[in-house]
């Protein structure tokens, strides 16, 4: 799937499915990319507390943050504990400036 960050968007989020312990193919988690001031990606994934990675381009990022994903999931099961589910609410919120 190609990817493209649009020259005013300050991030933009994937879905992204990410290979189980064993390397079957597992659960779709969303990614969000922010563009990083120095230059490249960060990416997160807001299912996994603490998963993010980053990359020069887009597809070295997505690379990378899959990568992250599929230790962070190899962790949980070496730890016996759950995949959590995704369940997320994107909403734009107004404030005054």
């Given at each position: 799937m190609a990817a493209t960050l649009h020259a005013r968007s300050p991030c933009w989020a994937k879905d992204l499915v990410a290979?189980?312990?064993?390397?079957?193919?597992?659960?779709q988690f969303t990614v969000?990319?922010?563009r990083e001031?120095?230059?490249?990606?960060?990416?997160?994934?807001?299912?996994?507390?603490?998963?993010?990675?980053?990359?020069?381009?887009?597809?070295e990022a997505v690379e990378n943050v899959r990568d992250a994903i599929e230790a962070y999931l190899e962790s949980l099961a070496a730890n016996g504990k759950p995949i959590p589910v995704e369940n997320l609410l994107f909403?734009?919120?107004?404030?005054a400036v």
């Open positions: 290979a189980g312990p064993g390397g079957d193919i597992g659960q969000v990319f922010e001031p120095e230059g490249g990606l960060h990416g997160f994934c807001p299912a996994l507390k603490g998963c993010h990675s980053e990359g020069d381009t887009i597809e909403k734009p919120v107004e404030v």
